[in-house]
């Protein structure tokens, strides 16, 4: 009890904390929003000389009604420790404290969590799992910019605490929701560096302190924070992956209970292998029981979709891609998880030492670039984290200095804002329900290539002067980009029901909406630019039109099989799925999301589409195919062997046959529609009684027109 008593007189005095003031005391317990944070102060008992090294706690939170979560207490200096959480359910919580220590050990205490008009964190949206959402379900139209060193000082570039936090005033005023910045880099703050000695793992807690303030004014204006632990050649400084893992802990346990998402690290490749990535990734999301989305940044293969699988990693991916971007977005959309671009340009970058006045960053070097680059990924389904030459790194790449306020910055500004004002301020689109459809736009021109462009600093490319894209929710809205050509472009609605539409023409310039008034029918329509600058065009349906039909592709977000030949072998990242019986049973499994099916849509047809890669010749050798109920609804692919294989049932029901398959062919079970259940995940297995084996490509496989896709067809009333 005097644990108790003495922890709530902590826990009082910090409730009030810039993160998240309480609400009123409930029944004498003290109080924390929904959402917001609740931190209490412990004090570890004896001498220890390195207690971030060799000490650990942890704080198990027992939700309303049951459930509960842990996180690690971290070191705050001296013989302080400190917890920090965000309730998200409203109710009386109650913790309890773990440790060697005896200080930090046994602690217990309660609060109540209140109503509030918090949002909660980012998360993928429910439903449409290439989208953001917050916790309450908010949708989140990402707008991200970079700041690799907000937490950082360069008194010879003008980056410090004020500099910083006008920045961060700055890109709040221009509707940024998100900034992603770096830990661990070569700067420290006003407060020392990161770690007095990093090889001996000692910690500077003031540092750290100094991240607070500046993380808590960032939360202050709402914008999330994207923290990447540091740079991939930082890594080696310290003395094992057990340190590196701590350090990984220490951040979540540090700032997961704010509106945070983690990166492992920035180039991770320039000292990190994929094992100890993903070592960093699962001890971040082991250590977080929030639930905050995980990433990491591509170091020379541009990409980190090599990740997308794995139960920790958030997105399906987070690119550094510089060339046909708009199609390396389409590409990495089979994951179930958002795509976001994270370094695609930075206007004007110069980092040549001395600055030479000419740029030499892929897509950089004007305004249109910069422009054209942004559209060609929002148009794919994807989001981006742009960025400016003055203070994408806090002034220190360049001329310098950190400058946000410098007037060459201003064009990006302005045409930057009118992305997110075209899906998400103007209030005429439900972006997220939005599906890449660029079939449905065509035109009496073709779509242009990257552009090179080769200066003294080296060789480089600028996105397509001429291309037209297209989004849809067929039936109800349509999204057309368009740019190179003032001739007649063609949007085809994909079977929808004759009805009246409203149309628009969006300035990608200037923000300027211009209504076109109304058409009728069920297309195609024409749509004549303007001119050969880029325009996008909104086509929103104004009446409830009679019944139509429309088609959707869902890739799987899962796939595996097992063997009885190699029965302790995973095979969740082959480019290959095999069904077999006989004396070497191989059996598959695919999950598929079903998002994006309109309200009120009938299932007319659904087939599952696979290309062979290995044929069968016997009768019922492609294999017959059932539904499969998991006990893991979100099963992982990397876990099932043949001597464990995915735990469930399936149906006594066969759904469908193959007969002989032929290697590559593309083959069909058909049939299919009756199984699904609307929008929301489906499992299906396939077995095979036939020693011939048949084997299909895998949504792991390179060439993406050959993996799996599971086609709907419907009716809209």
Not at 6 to 25: E, K, R
Not at 208 to 234: C, F
């Amino acid at each position: 009890m005097r644990a108790r008593a003495a922890a709530l007189l902590a826990v009082m005095a910090v409730c009030a904390s810039p993160f998240g003031a309480p609400g009123a005391a409930h029944a004498q317990l003290p109080s924390v929003e929904r959402h917001g944070v609740f931190e209490a102060a412990l004090t570890h008992s004896g001498s220890v000389a390195n207690p971030y090294r060799d000490l650990s706690a942890t704080a198990t939170f027992t939700r309303p009604g049951g459930g509960t979560r842990t996180i690690p207490l971290f070191w705050a200096g001296g013989t302080t420790w400190r917890v920090r959480f965000s309730p998200d359910v409203v109710g009386e919580w109650t913790w309890t404290t773990s440790s060697s220590n005896p200080g930090l050990n046994g602690i217990s205490g309660a609060f109540q969590c209140v109503t509030s008009a918090r949002r909660g964190g980012v998360q993928r949206m429910s439903g449409f799992p290439y989208h953001f959402a917050r916790q309450d379900g908010t949708p989140f139209w990402w707008f991200g910019d970079t700041q690799w060193i907000l937490y950082s000082d360069d008194a010879s570039e003008g980056l410090d605490r004020t500099a910083s936090l006008h920045y961060v005033d700055v890109r709040a005023a221009q509707g940024f929701n998100v900034i992603l910045s770096a830990l661990y880099v070569t700067r420290g703050n006003q407060a020392g560096f990161q770690f007095a000695n990093v090889s001996q793992e000692v910690l500077n807690p003031a540092f750290w302190q100094e991240v607070d303030s500046r993380l808590a004014y960032v939360q202050g204006k709402g914008i999330t924070a994207g923290l990447t632990l540091g740079w991939g050649d930082r890594f080696p400084d310290f003395p094992s992956d057990e340190a590196r893992a701590r350090f990984a802990r220490y951040v979540a346990a540090r700032y997961s209970a704010y509106d945070v998402f983690f990166i492992v690290a920035n180039e991770y490749g320039d000292g990190l292998t994929e094992a100890q990535a993903r070592m960093l990734g699962q001890a971040l999301d082991d250590a977080d029981p929030h639930g905050r989305m995980i990433g990491n940044h591509s170091t020379k293969k541009m990409s980190v979709e090599v990740f997308a699988d794995d139960p920790w990693m958030s997105f399906g991916d987070f690119q550094q891609r510089y060339v046909t971007l708009h199609k390396l977005v389409l590409d990495s959309r089979d994951h179930a998880k958002p795509v976001v671009n994270a370094e695609y340009g930075y206007y004007l970058r110069d980092m040549t030492e001395p600055p030479n006045g000419v740029v030499d960053k892929n897509n950089s070097f004007t305004l249109a670039d910069m422009r054209y680059a942004t559209w060609d990924i929002a148009m794919a389904g994807g989001y981006f984290v742009t960025g400016w030459n003055s203070t994408y790194y806090g002034g220190a790449v360049g001329a310098g200095p950190f400058d946000v306020d410098g007037a060459v910055n201003d064009p990006w500004e302005d045409d930057v804002q009118h992305v997110p004002r075209l899906f998400a301020g103007l209030g005429l689109l439900e972006w997220w329900k939005l599906q890449p459809s660029d079939g449905l736009l065509t035109s009496g021109v073709a779509r242009g290539a990257d552009l090179p462009v080769n200066n003294v600093d080296g060789s480089y490319v600028a996105p397509p002067r001429r291309t037209f894209w297209a989004l849809a929710e067929i039936g109800r809205q349509y999204v057309a980009y368009v740019r190179g050509h003032d001739g007649p472009h063609t949007l085809s609605l994909g079977g929808a029901p004759s009805g009246t539409w409203s149309l628009r023409l969006f300035d990608p310039r200037t923000g300027a909406v211009t209504d076109l008034g109304s058409v009728s029918g069920a297309g195609p329509f024409t749509l004549d630019p303007p001119s050969a600058d880029d325009w996008v065009y909104v086509l929103l349906r104004q009446d409830g039109g009679g019944p139509g039909t429309g088609t959707l592709d869902v890739a799987p977000e899962a796939d595996t099989y097992v063997s009885q030949a190699s029965p302790t072998t995973n095979y969740g990242r082959s480019g290959q799925l095999f069904v077999a019986g006989g004396t070497s049973v191989r059996t598959t499994w695919l999950r598929f999301d079903v998002a994006g099916l309109p309200a009120g849509a009938t299932i007319t047809d659904a087939r599952l589409l696979l290309t062979c890669s290995n044929g069968s010749a016997p009768a019922g050798g492609g294999g017959t195919l059932r539904r499969f109920a998991p006990t893991d609804p979100v099963w992982s692919e990397t876990a099932p062997t043949a001597n464990a294989p995915l735990a469930g049932s399936e149906s006594s029901s066969i759904l469908a046959t193959l007969g002989p398959v032929a290697a590559g062919s593309r083959v069909e079970f058909t049939g299919l529609a009756g199984a699904l259940p609307g929008n929301g995940r489906i499992t299906f297995v396939i077995r095979s009684t036939r020693g011939d084996a048949a084997a299909y490509r895998s949504r792991q496989y390179v060439t993406a027109s050959q993996r799996p896709v599971l086609r709907i067809t419907y009716t809209t009333p």
